[in-house]
């Protein structure tokens, strides 16, 4: 018996009502292609979105010591990027699977349900991780609280300036890329910022000032890094 278009169309509905689940519990596939890729003086803030990303997945695959094509993957089949902070720094802290706390998120509301069973101390997470997780603050606010306790123990920045550039509106990845920035270069890292929310300069160009080599970010930070204090 041949089909129609409407009769088609009418069984490709049927069979989406009947099967919903599967199809709801996909994650969401995220395009992470960048047609810019390198400074171009003539379009100066063009390859600017990569460059942020490409700093902060660098910084997270050193940080965690982790392949830094892990992490891009994760986030281009929908894993949340603010999940996968959280995820890698209880892992740490635990010694629970990242990939286990994960999959454990995708069946719970908040992080709260999910770490409870663990029960993990402060002293684990630290005061102030502790405490947004206990108030139910968002993955959003919990995975700003990392990325600042990373800056910090690494000594990429000071607690000062840190809340500083956070008060002005900084986000987590415009933090770190000003703070590799800054450390190469000697400056400060609040005025890199400001540099770039005033329009006077771009990530890119900053990037080519610095002499940073953008293809190996991650070699460029691991340069930077300094004792974590004891």
Known sequence: MLYTASKRHHLTLILLLLFPMP????P???CHCFTDRSFDPKKPAAADPYFLATTQNSFF?????????????????????????????????????????????????TWKSVLAPLRLTTKALG????????????????????????LFRHQLL??????????????SKELIIAA??????????????????????????????????TKNMQQEISSLRKKQPT
Not at 71 to 93: C, F, H, N
Not at 132 to 145: C, N, P, R, V, W
């Open 180 to 213: 590799v920035i800054a450390n190469k270069t000697k400056q400060s890292a609040r005025q890199i910022y400001l540099e770039v929310k005033n329009g006077t300069k771009t990530w890119g160009s900053l990037l080519k000032w610095a002499n940073i080599d």
């Open 28 to 30: 969401a596939i995220n």
């Open 158 to 171: 000071g607690e000062v300036e840190l809340a500083a550039m956070r008060q002005l509106g900084a986000s």
């Open 23 to 26: 199809a709801l519990a996909m």
């Open 127 to 150: 005061s102030r991780f502790y405490n947004a997780l206990d108030a139910k603050q968002s993955a959003a606010s919990l995975a700003e609280i990392v990325v600042d306790e990373l």
């Open 61 to 109: 695959a050193f940080v965690f010591n982790t392949d830094k094509k892990t992490i891009v993957i994760k986030k281009q089949q929908g894993t949340s990027p603010d999940d996968l902070w959280i995820a890698y720094w209880v892992a740490s802290k635990s010694g629970t699977a990242p990939e286990t706390l994960l999959q454990t998120r995708l069946e719970n509301e």
